[in-house]
């Protein structure tokens, strides 16, 4: 079992940066997929990007540009980088993990952490 935490969420500007970590209890087979996702009040849930353990990335259409994803594999952390936040930005953000080896844009991801909230006002 994959325990995941997310942090670095906070209030920022328009235009303005964060850096969300999410740390993996474990780097095993569980992360050989991870993912960010977001959740604005009233609406669903929604991929904001994921990478697989080649580190091959996807990023949804309103990120891309804006948005980075990485990974520590050493420190078995993955990294969202905010830039240019709007205030559409604004939602509660997940990680995710999984063992399955498909590409990350198609995988029912398996482990979730609780979330930090991301608000650009």
């Known amino acids: 079992h994959v325990q995941l935490v997310e942090s670095g969420g906070g209030l920022v500007q328009p235009g303005g940066s964060l850096r969300l970590p999410c740390a993996a209890s474990d780097y095993t087979s569980g992360t050989n997929s991870m993912a960010w996702f977001r959740q604005a009040p009233g609406r669903g849930r929604e991929l904001v990007g994921c990478?697989?353990?080649?580190?091959?990335?996807y990023y949804a259409d309103s990120v891309k540009g804006r948005f980075t994803l990485s990974r520590d594999y050493n420190g078995n952390l993955m990294y969202l980088q905010m830039n240019n936040l709007k205030p559409e930005d604004t939602a509660r953000y997940y990680c995710?993990?999984?063992?399955?080896?498909?590409?990350?844009?198609?995988?029912?991801?398996?482990?979730w952490g609780q979330g930090t909230q991301v608000t650009v006002s």
């Open positions: 990478v697989d353990e080649h580190s091959a990335t």
């Open positions: 995710a993990a999984d063992p399955s080896l498909r590409p990350c844009r198609q995988i029912e991801f398996t482990y």
